[in-house]
């Protein structure tokens, strides 16, 4: 790799970083399609999974054109977080199938939101950088992180309806 000052081998490892994440969830989102129980949640998993091939495959790219080694690691993909919910309030809630989809839905709900702020990230750092060729690069991806972010808002209330389904009164 040619000289490169401290905050580029910075950039760099950031752009890893995030070639890392988007590893991992290809794993992740392969597990989320087989978990899901309506098709047209699975079909749009399946086309998200695709899309973030892609990603990997644009900060691959990006990585390699700075004479970077892109790297071969992932990140690790966490279960979704529960505030204050330890024990044997988690445990109930992890117990049926119903809910554990809606809190996995919420969790990747989550994860897109981060994604989308990442690129957004990266992009102004390739901006501070003189990089502005990889600006489109990371626009692109956002737009995608936040059309799936969108997708799992909108279709929240069927989740919902999924875990609690409605015309049930109250006891």
Known sequence: MATTTPEQERYILHLNHALAMESAL???LDKRAQQVTQ???RQRIEQHRQETGGH???LRALVQTLGATPTTSQAGVQPPITPSLTGRFK???ESEKEDQLLLLALADYAVENYESALYQGLARMA???GYESH???FEA???EEEEM???IAAHEPEMVDEAFPPGRAAA
């Open 26 to 28: 290809i794993e992740h």
């Open 39 to 41: 098709a047209a949640a």
């Open 56 to 58: 990997r495959e644009r």
């Open 91 to 93: 445990g109930a809630l």
């Open 127 to 129: 901006e501070n950088l």
């Open 135 to 137: 600006i489109p690069e």
């Open 141 to 143: 991806i956002r737009e």
């Open 149 to 151: 972010a969108r997708w």
